[in-house]
């Protein structure tokens, strides 16, 4: 067992398989107390075919010399979401960390996708995420200290992933819930974090667990509302959304009109432009 942390505990969403299973045993290597989550406990065909589930990922920890307990809860759902914090503090005492990692993704694209696939991915995050959010921070705010990191992916640009919008759209909120929550909460000693994963870490998950690790312990105190992406040995931060160009007309000379737009746009904000749709510039 590591020693980056000491007697901490964290709650893992979607660890029963994939990126979230590997996080939670990462952490448990630390010595990190651990919750696993998923969302129900499958029938051993189902399990098959799922790669895993809570109780197993617990088990793979407590195998190895760590503390671990499962707990099946759909973060979607409100009291889910409670229960599964609540479980957390009422096992180990308290609640440090929280890595959001479930997601559910069905691939569609706009003129194809379903008001219920939609909803499947975006009631798993941003709001499953926020649900989880938010029962944990009065515990974190309590003792002044709280680690939270939320999956992401390079989708939230809306440049990746393009013919999958609700993928697209449930990343970006994520991104737009890190932030929020970073501001909102830097005051209690708690950071907020997004990390996105690239393709490669579906596969092998544990080439991006050390920096989750990281951003999980006592030396992350001063990164917090901040997006990352993970490849391999590369790890990028995300630049901050910023405005890049900015045209004005004197108020005393009225309203911009769509003519006097038209006239000076391709000078002066659309300067340098092209559309991600394309990579196009301006007609």
């Not at 499958?42 to 793979?60: L, S």
């Not at 003792?143 to 999956?151: E, L, S, T, V």
């Amino acid at each position: 067992m590591g020693e980056l942390f000491k007697d901490h505990i964290a709650l893992v969403t979607g660890s029963g398989h994939g990126i979230g299973r590997a996080i939670a045993i990462a952490l448990a290597s630390q010595g990190v107390k651990v919750v696993t989550n998923s969302r129900k406990q499958q029938k051993p065909a189902e399990v098959i075919n799922y790669y895993g589930n809570a109780e197993m990922t617990a088990q793979a920890i407590n195998d190895i010399g760590g503390q671990a307990v499962p707990c099946y809860a759909d973060i979607s759902n409100f009291e889910d979401a409670k229960r599964l914090v609540e479980t957390t503090v009422s096992v180990f005492g308290r609640i440090d960390i929280v890595v959001n990692a479930a997601e559910s993704v069905a691939e569609s694209s706009a003129g194809k996708l379903s008001d219920e696939e939609w909803d499947l991915s975006l009631d798993t995050k941003p709001k499953g995420y926020f649900n989880v959010i938010h029962f944990a921070v009065p515990y974190m705010a309590k003792r002044g200290y709280g680690r939270i990191a939320n999956r992401s992916s390079a989708a939230f640009t809306g440049d990746s992933y393009y013919d999958n919008p609700h993928y697209c759209a449930s990343d970006a909120g994520v991104v737009g819930l890190t932030r929020a929550v970073a501001v909102e909460l830097s005051s209690h000693g708690i950071t907020c974090n997004a990390f996105c994963p690239l393709l490669s870490a579906e596969t092998d998950p544990l080439t991006l667990t050390p920096f989750i690790v990281f951003l999980c312990s006592e030396q992350s105190a001063n990164v917090s509302g901040t997006v990352f992406s993970i490849e391999k040995n590369t790890i990028a931060r995300r630049r901050e959304p910023i405005v890049c160009r900015t045209m004005v007309k004197p108020m005393e000379n009225g309203i911009w009109t769509v003519e006097e737009i038209d006239s000076v746009v391709d000078d002066n904000l659309l300067s340098g432009y092209y559309s991600i749709a394309g990579k196009k510039k301006r007609l």
